[in-house]
């Protein structure tokens, strides 16, 4: 019936669909790694960035260390610890010359305990899939690496609350539960390699926001480690905790600078029973918010995904990675994804829905898929964006939070700013459910001059929209000294403050989140 009421919309214009016929591309943040030796040093590229007063590693630091952890889990071989350096992007890149692989908390803790002491500054990293510069090196820090911490220790089938290790892999976890009645609330484009602890350090947001609510609405529990070594144990599984402080809460979001996350206890929803995708060709972006309003109107309760794309942004996947639209060429696209317990309901509610939207002209083309394989094949599309756009050169990639109204203005805005003959694309996607715009300029390599156009100005129109000027990335490296357009001075003195108590020598992913250590 679905496929019906779209070939006789599309006879109606004439448009031609196509299937995808291609192979599956892996998931983006799969390992891949950029040429560390071509990225230039964080130090060199900011050099109004300083080292602070921390010890710097000497032979006596890496023997206790072998104390603590086998000598095999205490990488020192610089070859072995340049891939930790450098993140994904290739934006920013460290010289740390030790990377600490603990597989226990009382590893965790005996580690802080003695770089406390010693001083010497130190940078948890998980998946190393961050988009903001969070999880590697500015100086010289140790790497203190999540990867080993990877258990899952329970599943409680009655209530799916899930406990497990912070280095536990998102995917693994979404296949674990899969195979058990149940899903993580959680799902991102980095899933094949990003890391629970990391996804919460960061608050991490995803494509099923809009259904499941934020990760930090999901997760019930927290184990952390504190600078000074101290175990803070808030592993609770329970719904309803109302006994003082929720101290879980200083540790979801504060990107490692407050104590290293070693478990996790988090609420996953039964798997649905019934899933649908739409892949929706329009042709400007009034059209996207109409269908979105329609989409929440008439698919209700149903509705876990609803996500935008621009033309050249789906052109990074189509082209750079040899991908193939399901349908024509289109200025915006549109991913609407349904979930639901009984599959005659689900699609009658879509049936409705895209019958409506094609017989008013809103929605030019589009297909429907429920077979996984399919399925899998349109959201790579979507998660294929950000390693396409890798493709072009360097990406100065911005993620914001907009009115509904505002969401898509920043792009014709830049597109008069920026100079032609410098910049590739200058293009947008993202989570139109939640108002979370992906904004991306790309170049042939790393321009200051560039950088210069669109920083603060990008930063500057979101505030004076009342916006975020992080969705769901954090802030990371890259905007400790722009988060004062969202956070207020009293916010801010109060981070500075809880910073100061937790971690008063400041150890703790030193130049990171907070504006006075930038």
Request: charged share 20%; with cysteine.
């Amino acid at each position: 019936m679905l496929r019906q009421i779209l070939r006789r919309a599309v006879a109606r214009r004439a448009v031609v669909s196509t299937v995808i016929k291609n192979e599956a591309v892996r998931r983006i943040h799969c390992g891949r790694k950029c040429c560390s030796s071509k990225v230039e040093l964080t130090s060199v590229r900011y050099p109004g960035v300083k080292r602070g007063n921390y010890a710097q590693l000497s032979d006596k630091h890496v023997q206790h260390f072998q104390s603590i952890l086998p000598k095999e889990r205490v990488i020192t071989d610089l070859s072995d610890v340049e891939s930790y350096n450098v993140d994904w992007l290739g934006m920013v890149r460290g010289a740390s010359q030790v990377v600490l692989k603990p597989k226990t908390t009382e590893e965790v803790s005996a580690i802080l305990k003695y770089c406390n002491a010693e001083n010497l500054a130190v940078c948890p990293q998980g998946g190393n899939t961050g988009l903001v510069g969070g999880s590697v090196p500015v100086f010289d820090e140790v790497i203190i690496s999540t990867s080993l911490m990877n258990k899952i220790i329970s599943l409680d089938d009655l209530s799916g609350v899930l406990i497990c290790q912070a280095g536990c892999i998102l995917e693994n976890l979404d296949s674990y539960l899969s195979d058990r009645g149940f899903m993580m609330p959680l799902d991102l484009g980095a899933k094949g390699t990003c890391q629970i602890g990391g996804n919460v350090s960061t608050n991490a947001g995803g494509i099923r926001l809009i259904r499941y609510g934020s990760l930090q609405g999901s997760v019930l529990g927290i184990e952390a480690v504190k600078a000074d070594g101290e175990i803070i144990d808030c592993l609770s599984s329970l719904k309803k905790d109302n006994t003082g402080f929720h101290l879980k809460h200083l540790f979801i979001g504060s990107e490692g600078t407050l104590g290293i996350v070693t478990k996790v206890a988090v609420h996953c929803p039964p798997s649905p029973k019934a899933v649908n995708v739409a892949f929706l060709g329009l042709e400007k972006f009034d059209d996207v918010l109409h269908t979105y309003r329609d989409a929440r109107h008439g698919l209700g309760e149903i509705l876990s995904s609803c996500e935008m794309m621009d033309a050249l942004s789906l052109d990074a996947a189509t082209t750079n990675l040899k991908l193939q639209r399901p349908i024509g060429e289109f200025p915006f696209y549109m991913l609407i994804e349904t979930s639901g317990s009984n599959g005659a309901h689900d699609e009658e509610k879509l049936n409705k829905f895209l019958e409506a939207s094609m017989a008013n002209g809103v929605v030019l083309d589009g297909t429907v898929a429920s077979e996984p394989s399919r399925i899998k094949l349109m959201w790579n599309l979507r998660e294929g964006i950000t390693e396409g756009l890798l493709h072009d050169g360097y990406v100065y990639k911005y993620d914001i939070s907009l009115p509904h109204a505002s969401f898509y203005a920043i792009i014709p805005e830049l597109q008069t700013r920026l100079p032609k003959d410098k910049v590739g694309r200058i293009c947008g996607y993202g989570h139109v459910g939640d108002g979370n715009l992906h904004l991306n300029i790309t170049s042939p390599e790393f321009d200051h001059s560039i950088l210069d156009i669109i920083e603060p100005f990008v930063f500057e129109w979101t505030s004076k929209l009342k916006g975020s000027v992080s969705a769901e990335h954090g802030i990371g490296f890259k905007k400790t000294q722009y988060i004062h357009y969202s956070k207020s001075k009293s916010s801010l003195d109060l981070m500075v403050n809880i910073k100061k108590l937790m971690d008063p020598k400041g150890i703790l992913n030193p130049y990171k989140v907070l504006p006075a250590q930038h």
